[in-house]
């Protein structure tokens, strides 16, 4: 489930591409430290690996 969610979120990371609130990206980016880096599950941590790729993408808007 984790994974799933994770990949919605890199797709609306993507989706974006840096014209969000700040906060939303700031939320997302603690989300993904908190519940995915860390995980057991090798695909979850890929999955959130994705997703910070995406930042790095987008260009981390409102993460300096």
Avoid: H, W
């Amino acid at each position: 489930m984790r994974q799933e969610a994770l990949y919605m979120l890199q797709n609306a990371l993507e989706g974006s591409g840096g014209n969000a609130a700040a906060s939303a990206y700031t939320e997302a980016f603690r989300l993904i430290m908190r519940f995915a880096v860390g995980d057991k599950s090798f695909l979850v941590r890929i999955a959130a690996a994705r997703c910070l790729k995406a930042f790095a993408i987008i260009g981390g808007p409102s993460l300096g």
